[in-house]
């Protein structure tokens, strides 16, 4: 028997299975190159390679919004310049001129900070790949050869790879690479498939029809298990589906406590995708839409009519309110079409809306789009990274100027269009009684608060374990934040991490929040702790954690709280 690691899993689910190793045959483009009058020969068979395997992707699109991003990336112009010039200038044959350029993105890319448009690259080569099929001629060796139960391993598995498996098959799925955004791990969590992306090396260390438990809960994998381990994890793997069905039963209740007191639970998202995987939690509505991603995905700053239908269509897809925070990006989020000055601090530097307050044209666009927006949905603005009440009512004469403009124009929108802000500063919690009486609500970015507060960075490896939000200076924070904002009438969230971790939540509630928004997946296991805790008890928690001097005080409160009540409690339906 061999316990191979611990890894956060990407998708929960304990699986025991046979392993099947997929090593798919690279495929490699001759490097001899073509006579200049074969040119014209070269380049039609690369038209045709790219129709044909465009055809395929508009088929899978009608299904997937991943392949969708494909279908703009076999459109994309530079794609088809850069191949057409490789043959015409450069005498390269169509497969060569292909490998080439998508190496060259894929390079391109993998320099990028930003974690999500990094995996992107492994979009680009499966677009590739399936033209290069049709250029070889060579068939597709899928997944759909697995007809029976099995564990899947591999290096990494393309949206094409995912696309083609029978869930019905694969029990469970590891890849050595891959990080928890990537689509293997995005696909998993859509086809409830358990799973475990990057973990290193463990292709070299499996072999097809080994025995293997998958613990995607706990992020443990078990080769070759003995009698005993089995017993365990079989028991493992029954509680595991049993508080599944319980969860999936409270998806259409409500967020209540037992006396009755309700809170909203919301979803942070990044794109329609995401909004389309939260809906079947039951979600109250979307509490944070990152707006960055649209801008992020995009070859240049997004028209207003991208944006337009981008908003238009998350408020659509969403029966409840649709918050849309305006752009956030700088710090650790860059756009590959936009070159930021490299600064010394970047969290402190030239981010989110003092970049949208000085670039106005930019803002100004963004602001017409989620206005003309409004007119389909409920949806509210918010604001990021607000720390002072000048920057809110420049930002406010800047929404103004964007109302004014879509009136001349006789465009529609709500006119009493709610505007909120984060309050993820320092400066924006010290001022939040000010800022209360100025804006429609509040939302608490904890990732981005704590890190100020405790001057941590949220993203440095070698601060992390100072990094928490159950600090008591971020706890403090947190309720003073919340009675502000119900001093002066307006509701109080939060779209930060601490929303939707199981911990925080018993006392996020006895605070007074009224609305939890997160990652879609957490919204079951948050709903069950909520319908589990009585208003007044959780009130009770709060206010001993709030009087705790030290984080080693807070943990053993929280620590006292009986099993029943946390997410590790038998699952009765309430
Ligand atoms: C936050 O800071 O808590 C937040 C939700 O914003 P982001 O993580 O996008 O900075
Ligand atoms: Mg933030």
Not at 24 to 43: F, H, M, Y
Not at 162 to 191: D, F, K, Q, W
Not at 439 to 462: C, H, M, P, W
Not at 514 to 520: C, I, Q, R, V
Request: a negative charge.
């Amino acid at each position: 028997m061999q316990k191979i690691t611990m890894k956060k899993p990407a998708s929960k689910g304990v699986v025991r299975g046979e392993v099947f190793l997929y090593r798919p045959s690279v495929l490699q483009a001759d490097k001899s190159s073509i006579s200049p009058k074969a040119t014209a020969q070269e380049l039609g068979r690369f038209v045709d390679g790219l129709a044909s395997a465009r055809r395929r992707i508009v088929e899978l699109a009608e299904k997937s919004e991943i392949f969708r991003a494909h279908l703009d990336i076999a459109d994309d112009p530079f794609i088809h310049e850069t191949v057409a010039e490789k043959i015409t200038k450069e005498y390269k044959n169509a497969e060569l001129a292909l490998e080439e350029t998508a190496n060259q993105i894929c390079l391109a890319l993998s320099e990028v900070d930003d974690e999500y448009l990094r995996e992107r690259a492994a979009d680009i080569k499966d677009v590739c790949t399936r033209i290069m099929r049709r250029l070889k001629g060579v068939s597709f060796e899928g997944l759909n050869s697995i007809d029976k139960p099995v564990i899947l391993v591999a290096s990494n598995l393309t949206p094409s790879d995912a696309a083609s498996l029978n869930p019905n098959y694969v029990l469970g799925i590891i890849t050595a690479e891959g990080g928890n955004t990537s689509h293997v791990a995005i696909l998993a969590r859509s086809m409830e498939i358990p799973a475990i992306v990057g973990m290193t090396g463990i292709t070299d260390i499996v072999a097809s029809g080994r025995d293997l438990i998958l613990d995607a809960v706990e992020g443990v994998v078990i080769l070759d298990p003995d009698a005993a381990t089995i017993d365990v994890y079989e028991k493992k793997a029954k509680d595991f589906q049993e508080r599944k069905l319980a969860l999936k039963a409270i998806s259409k209740l409500k967020a209540e406590t037992t006396d009755g007191h309700k809170v909203s639970l919301c979803a942070n998202v990044g794109n329609l995708q995401d909004i389309q995987s939260a809906l079947p939690h039951g979600i109250d509505g979307v509490g944070l839409l990152r707006s960055e991603f649209l801008y992020m995905e995009s070859q240049g700053f997004p028209s207003e009519a991208d944006q337009f239908l981008a908003y238009k269509t998350a408020a659509q897809k969403n029966k409840g309110e649709t918050i849309i925070r305006t752009l956030d990006i700088g710090g650790d989020k860059s756009l590959p079409y936009y070159q930021f000055e490299p600064e010394e601090n970047p969290f402190l530097g030239w981010r989110a809306i003092r970049m949208c307050l000085e670039m106005v044209d930019v803002f100004g666009c963004q602001l017409r789009a989620i206005l003309r927006a409004s007119a389909f949905g409920k949806v509210k603005i918010m604001y990021p990274m607000m720390i002072s009440i000048e920057e809110l009512e420049e930002a406010n004469a800047l929404l103004n100027t964007a109302k004014k403009e879509l009136k001349a124009t006789g465009q529609a929108f709500d006119a009493d269009i709610q505007v909120g802000m984060m309050i993820e500063t320092p400066a924006a919690f010290v001022l939040a009684k000010d800022f209360a009486k100025r804006v429609d609500f509040f939302s608490i970015g904890t990732n981005d608060l704590t890190q100020y507060l405790l001057a941590v960075d949220r993203g440095n490896f070698k601060v992390a374990s100072l990094y928490n939000f159950l600090h008591p200076a971020v706890l403090r924070s947190v309720k003073a934040i919340i009675d502000a904002g119900h001093e002066a009438g307006i509701p109080v969230g939060m779209c930060g991490e601490m929303a939707g971790n199981e911990l925080a939540v018993p006392l996020l509630l006895g605070m007074g929040l009224d609305e939890f928004s997160m990652t879609p997946s957490q919204v079951p296991e948050v709903k069950f702790i909520i319908r589990n805790w009585s208003y007044q008890e959780a009130a009770e928690l709060a206010e001993k954690a709030i009087n705790a001097s030290s984080l080693t005080e807070i943990m053993t409160i929280l620590e006292s709280i009986p099993k029943e009540r946390t997410k590790d409690g038998p699952y009765k339906l309430a």
